[in-house]
């Protein structure tokens, strides 16, 4: 009987598993679009002054508010993610949906930085 009970409980952890709620992915041109607040990340001056530059690429996961929950780094230089992340946490969106029910939604989100 301890046998019967034990897959019934893992067959409906599985089913359970799989019923979550996708995320939406948005691309950066969706996600500025969606954005209803969107500072502009500053240029570290430790890395103005030690002249880095390139690209920093984050994943920020949005709750069904449309606040940030986290930010991800993906990838840049060390002396630039730092205010990235700073900054991408503070931003806003419009709550998403999907099928008419509010849902979470993943941005992958790209800053350049050249010096001048």
Do not use: C, H
């Not at 002054?49 to 920093?56: L, R, Y």
């Not at 990235?84 to 941005?107: C, I, L």
């Amino acid at each position: 009987m301890n046998s019967v009970k034990t897959a019934v409980l893992a067959a409906l952890l599985v089913l359970g598993a799989g019923s979550s709620k996708a995320e939406l992915r948005l691309t950066m041109a969706e996600a500025t679009q969606a954005a209803i607040s969107s500072p502009r990340p500053q240029y570290s001056p430790i890395a103005q002054k030690m002249k880095v530059s390139g690209d920093v690429v984050v994943e920020a996961r949005i709750s069904e508010t449309g606040t940030v929950e986290d930010v991800k780094v993906i990838s840049g230089n060390a002396l630039l993610t730092p205010n990235v992340v700073k900054t991408v946490k503070d931003w806003k969106f419009k709550p998403f949906q999907e099928n008419g029910a509010p849902t979470r939604a993943v941005a992958t989100l790209k800053f350049s930085f050249k010096m001048n």
